[in-house]
């Protein structure tokens, strides 16, 4: 099989991951796999890439300083883009996240290949602004399949698009089984957090949350690992509510299996998700997890009161709560550490690429009458 994959870069995030672990995945079972990013190559792959996938960054991914030069910009993206999937070779496509979607559809078009493009956040939650929701509406029905990871993002479509969507969610990789002692990133009794420190993730909702406890806990701290564009904002809610010595943000971080070992709970305070790979990895890695039920990911993921605890979203109250009861109860956070790990099992890799592959059959078969290459 030759597949040919288009994702805006390699940076942090989720998307990303899932990304790596699918090329990485199929290039070991000796298929040919052609990676293309939108950026221009400078930084080096956040996530291990076997060096058998052809990763190839396109230098496009400049911004447009007004409308009219952001059509020029994306026009010249299509044409690059279409040129690059055609020199691949490949027997089908597949894209993540909006807008490189709606110009990988552009870019196919008249390329007559297998398309696939996949939402990674639900989009009934995630504007992309009015004219890319417009070429939105006019470039999904070019896809001969649409991937979501849960129902809540399938039912944004309409009937006729949600007759091919499928639902695919995210793989999650086995843990590393030894208890690290080096790399010593977390002290003392730790709750953990990951995510771009963004208005999305609810990291303002946490530390208002972590606030009220520390009377009651005052050997706990809290570490929130990741970057983004309101971390002067996050620090100074820390320090406004007294808490700089206990809330950490070191930034990003690579070895995120190892750090995840050390903590005692991890929270996801997300007001919405896709299908956070985070918080299957805390659960992975048997540590006792606390979610917001916002829409999307959580639900489908967490067992309430089984594996992990569901709370109201975007309530630090009830956060708090949950957040107390766990930080009080060592018993229960192991029994809920204990079930936790069952997630490999729900949504390893195996079942997961056995998915993809099966869309990927489907949409060959399809589109040009043959399905021998996969």
Known sequence: ??????????????????????????????????????????????????????????????????????????????QILQSAIAQSKPDAVISFMEQVNMLTLLATRSLNLPTVVSERIDPTLYSVGRVWEKLRQWTYPLADQIVVQTKGAQTYFSPKLQSHTCIIPNQVLLPTREKTTSDKHLARRSIIAVGRLTQQKGFDLLLQAFASLTEFHSTWTLTIFGEGELRRELESLRDSLALSGLVHFPGVVKNLDKVLRQADIFVLSSRFEGFPNVLCEAMASGLPVISTDCPSGPREIIQDGVDGILVPNQDAKALALAMHRLMSDEAERKRLSACATDVVERFSLEKVMAMWEKLLAQVVEERLGYDEHI
């Open 1 to 78: 099989m030759r597949l040919t994959l288009v994702i805006f870069s390699l940076s942090p995030g989720g998307a990303e991951r899932v990304m790596s672990i699918m090329a990485n995945y199929w290039v070991v079972k000796g298929w040919n796999i052609t990676l293309l990013t939108f950026d221009d190559g400078n930084k080096p792959p956040f996530y291990e890439l076997d060096s058998r996938v052809h990763h190839i960054p396109l230098r496009i991914a400049a911004d447009s300083s007004n409308l009219l030069l952001g059509f020029w910009n994306n026009l010249r993206r299509v």
